[in-house]
């Protein structure tokens, strides 16, 4: 069983709606929640990080945490082609330092 | 203020060569974290080391991976004899401390021929 777990894709939306991107992890020691994006090519780019249950929003990206579903997930309202991307969800466990264990991530393209 | 650098960004070795990948974190970052990723694959940790230290490495393969990060230079990742399955992109990461979050390189894209 993987560690990280995501719905590989693609996710493809249309230019202005919602995109839901979904990942669950398996350790219920884990502290620490990241969304990265990642661009053909390029490294990793971290935009949303949560640390305990509940909603967090930064601009037009909500992070989503259920420690007791172990379930972790991104929106991204009004969808822009630029948001056309691989986005990758990982968790770190406490005791490891900032270690961070991905899963495999989900592409997504944004129709215009 | 420059970030995370590493070097070569591209680097194409014959199967039984020698690679080696090297990372200078930001400056005052004495934490340093390496990824592999394979293509159409997630990052997977390899190693983590502090300056002369190597902290954890549980996700190093067990033969011709090595890594270091001395007192003074960057962290190097070695690669003895390379062969086609290593062909990945390698990132780097540095953190000023253990708990923080850590910022990641452009990355070294390795090509086995």
């Known amino acids: 069983q993987k560690e990280v777990e995501q719905n590989s894709g693609p996710l493809s939306v249309p230019e202005g709606a919602i995109a839901s991107l979904n990942c669950t992890y398996s350790?219920?020691?884990?502290?620490?929640f990241f969304w990265y994006r990642q661009y053909s090519g390029k490294s990793p780019e971290l935009i949303m990080s949560i640390y305990s249950n509940g909603d967090k929003e930064d601009g037009r990206f909500t992070a989503q945490l259920n420690k007791a579903s172990q379930y972790v997930s991104l929106l991204i309202r009004d969808s822009q082609p630029s948001d056309s991307a691989t986005y990758l969800c990982?968790?770190?466990?406490?005791?490891?330092?900032?270690?961070?264990?991905f899963g495999g991530g989900t592409r997504v393209l944004v129709k215009p | 203020n420059a970030g995370v650098m590493q070097n070569p960004r591209h680097l194409v070795r014959r199967r039984g060569q020698e690679a080696r990948l090297r990372c200078s974190p930001m400056k005052g970052h004495s934490h340093v974290y390496w990824y592999r990723q394979l293509p159409e694959e997630g990052l997977k940790f390899m190693v983590y080391l502090q300056k002369e230290n190597i902290i954890d490495e549980s996700g190093m393969p067990k033969e011709r991976f090595s890594a270091e990060f001395p007192k003074e230079g960057p962290s190097i990742l070695r690669i003895q004899q390379v062969v086609r399955g290593d062909s990945a992109a390698y990132f780097c990461?540095?953190?000023?401390?253990?708990?923080?979050?850590?910022?990641f390189g452009p990355g070294t894209r390795l090509l086995v021929l």
């Open positions: 350790d219920r020691g884990s502290q620490s």
């Open positions: 990982a968790v770190t466990a406490g005791a490891a330092g900032n270690k961070l264990t």
């Open positions: 990461a540095s953190s000023p401390e253990q708990r923080l979050l850590s910022l």
